[in-house]
């Protein structure tokens, strides 16, 4: 059976807006991915003292588990209106987190070769790792987040 989906482009902007002493200081980027064929949104409630995952990724899909390199694209926007989400960005072997505060976002373009999180104070070439996984934690706080993966 062959598929009846047509694949379609993402365009993401990003677009600041501020004016400093009377001079326009915004700017707009604009990101596009072809061939995105995929897409899959959510909103989660990550319950207060639990991290709890949202994605996972791999070389096969299954529940909540994408194939790592088809992923193209991937938000988590905070949707609390006071308090932040810590999301705990994976690697076979470290993590990073990183804390998005009310109502913004976190992104990113690819979960392949995209982290380097290293507490070694030596200074070394990074060697990049596949994303394995993100999870979220609320703190003492369910907070709800906007979940969006886009793969081709």
Partial sequence: MASTISAGTLTVKLTESVSLNGSDMGATNTFTVAAINEVSQRIVTIDASNVRTLFEFGAVIGRGKF???????????????????SLNIESASSNCWVTVTAGSSWWMSATTGAMEADDDTTV???????????????????????CYVALT
Avoid: E, L
């Fill in 67 to 85: 194939i790592s390199a088809n992923v193209k694209y991937i938000r988590i926007t905070n949707k609390d209106d006071t308090n932040p989400v």
């Fill in 124 to 146: 070394v070439a990074p060697v990049f790792q596949d994303i394995t996984k993100i999870s979220g934690h609320g703190g003492t706080n369910a907070i709800d987040v906007d």
